[in-house]
Nanobody
């Protein structure tokens, strides 16, 4: 059965950086388009970025464009999200997702606060 485990969240000051990781198992990761989503308190879940299976094409939400970078390592079955110049409005639980797994994982909390 497929599984995604997010990590790397934490508390950071505005302007700081974090790198999120997502460990994938139980499906053919190298064939999967992968997404990062986030859910802020009291709001719905929104797409942050996605990346195609070979890592050559990525899409970013306007709110993170130029600050976040999605990447993947197909040899290690890992997905990453490098987040720079973080803002308080980036505070959310961040999730990785694939179409191969219908359920959502536990996510990783990112809090941006002075």
């Amino acid at each position: 059965q497929g599984r995604l485990v997010e990590s790397g969240g934490g508390l950071v000051q505005p302007g700081g950086s974090l790198r999120l990781s997502c460990a994938a198992s139980g499906f053919t990761f190298s064939s999967a388009v992968m997404w990062w989503y986030r859910q802020a308190p009291g709001k719905g879940r929104e797409e942050v970025a996605h990346i195609n299976s070979d890592g050559r094409v990525a899409f970013y939400a306007d709110s993170v464009k130029g600050r976040f970078t999605i990447s993947r390592d197909n040899a290690e079955n890992m997905l990453y999200l490098q987040m720079n110049n973080l803002k308080p409005e980036d505070t959310a639980v961040y999730y990785c997702k694939t179409l191969f797994i219908p359920d959502w994982g536990q996510g990783t909390q990112v809090t941006v606060s002075p």
